[in-house]
């Protein structure tokens, strides 16, 4: 009996070595095909099973001879795009390059003309959608979506994200600015101590914003807290229930429910009750929301929910038509037929708090970290920001004059430098239908895309692409520096589309994006080079929403506050007291060190590319009370 079992085991083995064969066999024959640059791995690095087992086998291919290895080996790792940058494309002498592997081929991309073909061909390049059902947590949306469905939901989830929405985020990502900043600082305090966790306070004070401008919900900070009841039903708070949600949302989105309603694990229990009690919430907001249509409401401000209610066809005639049981998506036929289920739209209100608050999050705490690490730009933005709002209080900045002032001024700059050197996802997936190979233009020659294969819109790579941006020398683009985007010196006033966003009527929803990512103010990158939200039809619903938060918070801390490296890892706050400024730049030059291998060597993916090895601290210092103002 064993011996069969052993055959049989050795028979499967032979099978799957011999399929694995054919398959790199079909791949590498399609790439010699292709007219692209390619070379070749041994594994197919997306393979899940790779994925969440690539640092148990890593150290066994490390200890093979470098002569069977060395071109190869790099790429072993899924975080090889950010690891690598755009050093791969140099080395090739090729702004694309594909990969074969036996599970398929990748086709990775740092060309601007490539980018825009790909991002404006939907149905030749679609998005591809296994990589995103793990978002689908409460209901498909439309990041999780593609071809007509996703063309469904888009229309129904763009709306809300209007010019006159952004007045909401603009007024409410002040607060929250001056709200997060007053738990580190009172009006009194000439400096901060060390603060450790200015990454986890940029993710709360997203966070707030998106609630309270998407979702009418306001959140307090901890210094701002009164006790308040857990509502009746509910075993955690909003607040609570959402923040343990996205603490955990990795274990929520890899465990199957059923094993996360049942498992003994710790974990699991606190995943699982922050899951179901947000959803609850949630739901609890979805019929609020349809009880205010069907009694004829409206509400002032962004109101996301009330914008999917909307936007999926629910109406107070169709309500009072229909009645408003919890199966009235299903009821009705025609145009009184629900355009969204019930779980879509909680699908997508999660993926909007999800997506809304990664990105500005992370924006916000780079850019204070990068400018802590370069004063002189640090002392320029200050200066325009002076020019720009002058002594008026905050209460009194003004969304329609300010802003586009900000967006073209050096505050302008150092939110797209960020957005340059740490784009929220530094690889934007899409792939070409089986057995369909899709063609390009690439340097003027046809090249052929293999059918089956993925596509990496490689935004590290693209984004350090020597062809698209102004430079000094070699390593340049490796660097912060927001000058780079300065057209002169000055901060600018809007000037040619700078208002383009004002203009919304008869906007194109389901077309790409043709607004500017960047101010017409400011140094404009090729069309394709610049995708820090993507491109072309599937480019972030949210960007501009993301841009003004960041732009406001920035504003905010910077008018008023200096942000300094924090030193006392290398010089204690006794020792500073009495130290030579030798020994004070020394310290200095030790924290920046630091910071820059940490943002070398720290980084790590997971939704979007975060710091996740260590942490940075900084501190905020009164302007003109600087301890530390070299070049």
């Known amino acids: 009996m064993l011996s069969y079992i052993t055959l049989a085991i050795v028979g499967l083995l032979v099978a799957y070595a011999i399929n694995t064969y054919r398959c790199f066999a079909v791949n590498l024959a399609d790439a010699k095909q292709?007219?692209?640059?390619?070379?070749?791995?041994?594994?197919?690095?997306?393979?899940?099973?790779?994925l969440i087992t690539h640092r148990l086998w890593l150290p066994f291919l490390e200890a093979l001879p470098k002569t069977w290895t060395a071109s190869?080996?790099?790429?072993?790792?899924?975080?090889?795009?950010?690891?690598?940058?755009?050093?791969?494309?140099?080395?090739?002498?090729?702004?694309?390059?594909?990969?074969?592997?036996?599970?398929?081929?990748?086709?990775?991309?740092?060309?601007?003309?490539?980018?825009?073909?790909?991002?404006?061909?939907r149905n030749d390049f679609p998005k591809p959608t296994w990589m995103y059902t793990s978002i689908d947590i409460y209901g498909v949306n439309v990041v999780s979506t593609e071809g007509a469905v996703w063309r469904h939901h888009r229309k129904i989830t763009s709306p809300p994200f209007t010019e006159k929405n952004n007045h909401v985020v603009w007024t409410e990502s002040l607060h929250q600015a001056q709200s997060m900043l007053s738990g580190w600082l009172s009006p009194e305090t000439e400096a901060s101590g060390p603060i450790w966790d200015v990454a986890a306070q940029a993710m709360r004070?997203?966070?707030?914003v998106i609630s309270k401008a998407g979702f009418g919900v306001r959140l307090d900070w901890p210094h701002e807290e009164v006790e308040k009841k857990v509502p009746e039903g509910h075993t955690l708070s909003y607040k609570d229930a959402l923040s343990t949600l996205l603490e955990n949302i990795i274990v929520v989105m890899l465990t199957p429910s059923w094993m996360l309603s049942y498992s003994p694990l710790k974990i699991h229990k606190v995943a699982n009750e922050s899951f179901v009690e947000w959803g609850k919430y949630m739901r609890e907001m979805y019929h609020d929301k349809r009880a205010e249509v069907k009694q004829g409401e409206t509400r002032d401000g962004m109101d996301l929910?009330?914008?999917?209610?909307?936007?999926?066809?629910?109406?107070?005639?169709?309500?009072?038509?229909?009645?408003?049981?919890?199966?009235?998506?299903?009821?009705?036929?025609g145009t009184n037929k629900q355009m969204l289920s019930d779980e879509e739209i909680l699908g997508n209100a999660f993926v909007f708090i999800l997506a809304g608050h990664e990105t500005a999050a992370n924006t916000i705490h780079f850019s204070m970290l990068f400018l802590?690490?370069?004063?002189?730009?640090?002392?320029?933005?200050?200066?325009?920001?002076?020019?720009?709002?002058?002594?008026?209080?905050?209460?009194?900045?003004?969304?329609?004059?300010?802003?586009?002032?900000?967006?073209?001024?050096?505050?302008?700059?150092?939110?797209?430098?960020?957005?340059?050197?740490?784009?929220?996802?530094?690889?934007?997936?899409?792939?070409?239908?089986?057995?369909?190979?899709?063609?390009?233009?690439?340097?003027?020659?046809?090249v052929t895309v293999p059918g089956g294969s993925y596509v990496t819109l490689n935004t590290a790579a693209i984004h350090r692409n020597p062809k698209y941006y102004p430079h000094s020398s070699g390593d340049d683009l490796l660097d912060f520096r927001p000058e780079r985007w300065l057209l002169?010196?000055?901060?600018?006033?809007?000037?040619?589309?700078?208002?383009?966003?004002?203009?919304?009527?008869?906007?194109?929803?389901?077309?790409?994006?043709?607004?500017?990512?960047?101010?017409?103010?400011?140094?404009?990158?090729?069309?394709?080079?610049y995708i820090?939200?993507?491109?072309?039809?599937?480019?972030?619903?949210?960007?501009?929403?993301?841009?003004v938060e960041i732009l406001a918070v920035l504003a905010v801390i910077f008018k008023t506050w200096t942000v300094e490296l924090d030193v006392s890892m290398f010089l204690s706050d006794e020792e500073m007291k009495t130290a030579s400024e030798e020994q004070k730049r020394e310290a200095w030059e030790k924290a920046k060190?630091?910071?820059?291998?940490?943002?070398?060597?720290?980084?790590?993916?997971?939704?979007?590319?975060?710091?996740?090895?260590?942490?940075?601290?900084?501190?905020?210092?009164?302007?003109?009370?600087?301890k530390f103002k070299y070049a």
């Open 34 to 50: 292709s007219g692209i640059p390619y070379f070749c791995i041994p594994i197919y690095t997306f393979n899940r099973f790779w």
């Open 72 to 121: 190869w080996l790099d790429y072993m790792t899924p975080d090889f795009v950010w690891n690598k940058l755009y050093e791969s494309y140099r080395d090739l002498g090729s702004d694309a390059f594909i990969i074969v592997a036996p599970g398929a081929n990748t086709l990775y991309v740092a060309d601007a003309e490539l980018v825009t073909q790909i991002a404006t061909r």
């Open 205 to 208: 004070l997203s966070l707030h």
């Open 305 to 333: 929910m009330g914008a999917l209610v909307k936007g999926a066809g629910i109406t107070e005639e169709s309500l009072n038509a229909n009645g408003d049981s919890a199966d009235a998506e299903k009821a009705g036929s």
């Open 372 to 446: 802590a690490m370069h004063p002189q730009s640090q002392r320029r933005l200050q200066k325009d920001l002076d020019d720009i709002l002058g002594d008026k209080p905050i209460s009194k900045w003004d969304y329609d004059e300010d802003v586009p002032k900000l967006f073209g001024s050096m505050c302008g700059a150092v939110m797209n430098e960020e957005l340059r050197l740490i784009p929220p996802v530094v690889g934007i997936p899409k792939s070409t239908p089986k057995g369909r190979p899709q063609g390009l233009q690439m340097g003027g020659r046809h």
């Open 488 to 529: 002169d010196g000055s901060a600018k006033s809007a000037t040619g589309d700078e208002h383009a966003y004002a203009d919304e009527d008869g906007l194109d929803f389901d077309g790409p994006d043709k607004r500017g990512d960047t101010s017409a103010s400011l140094f404009r990158p090729a069309k394709g080079a």
């Open 532 to 547: 820090p939200f993507s491109d072309g039809y599937r480019s972030c619903l949210g960007r501009r929403f993301a841009q």
């Open 593 to 626: 060190a630091r910071s820059n291998d940490l943002l070398r060597n720290g980084m790590m993916t997971i939704i979007t590319i975060q710091m996740r090895k260590e942490k940075v601290p900084m501190r905020f210092v009164k302007r003109g009370s600087e």
